[in-house]
């Protein structure tokens, strides 16, 4: 599995490709991109916006219970030592019950890119956590190590972080859509105050400063995730 081969490189044959066009309605199908049921679920899970997805454990139990305390689910959305999903899903919770939650804190990026055989997936975390699903099915699963891989992940976080400070105008919240088609690549910024979209052409994206910077610390993080599944 070469590193440039898989994802970003084999896109440059696509720069006069526009982007294609957004869904006008739901279809559950499209959200089944690999053929295996658990990588389906673990592609859904990088997203974080379906808490129903997620078996609870200790430091979810308050967002299962019957009647969760919003202070002590506030508590743990804020709580920068706390896994980065777990706190975005207690952003979720806050922003759904209309709780004032903080404008773009970017806490995670997923990366989809459609190829020849499949979806490339790429999700990093603010905490450093990682997951890489490649177009052939195989998955590679980063927790809080190796060093080099931690730091990459969260450089790739900040960048997509500074790049929502950058765009004013751009608010979260949207719904996730199904996976791009052919043509297009997608960026999603996992924030508290939902999900921040940019789609198009590898071209489109590359050539803006935001997601272009995004894009170029995705690259460098596929390279190590691919590096370390390789050795």
Not at 164 to 183: F, H, I, V
């Amino acid at each position: 599995m070469k590193p440039a081969a898989d994802m970003f490189d084999k896109l440059k044959s696509l720069f006069g490709a526009k982007a294609a066009p957004a869904p006008t309605s739901f279809d559950p199908a499209a959200y089944q991109p690999y053929r295996q049921d658990e990588l389906n679920l673990v592609y859904k899970l990088m997203f974080c916006d379906e808490a129903a997805l997620f078996a609870p454990k200790a430091s979810t139990l308050p967002l299962f219970g019957d009647n969760p305390d919003p202070q002590v689910i506030r508590a743990i959305a804020q709580d920068s030592n706390e896994e980065s999903r777990v706190r975005l899903l207690a952003f979720n919770w806050l922003r759904e019950r209309t709780y004032a939650v903080p404008p773009k804190e970017a806490l995670g990026v997923v990366v989809e890119v459609p190829l020849e055989n499949g979806l490339d997936v790429l999700a990093a975390y603010a905490d450093g956590q990682v997951q890489y699903i490649n177009q052939t099915g195989r998955l590679a699963v980063f927790e809080g190590s190796p060093a080099e891989v931690v730091q990459q992940a969260k450089a790739l976080v900040q960048s997509a972080a500074r790049g929502l400070a950058k765009n004013a105008g751009q608010e979260g919240g949207k719904l996730r859509r199904p996976p791009p088609a052919a043509g297009s690549l997608r960026v999603t910024v996992l924030a508290a105050d939902g999900l921040h979209l940019s789609e198009g052409s590898f071209a489109e994206l590359h050539g803006k400063s935001a997601s272009g910077a995004v894009l170029k610390q995705a690259q460098a993080l596929l390279d190590l995730v691919v590096r370390q599944a390789n050795g």
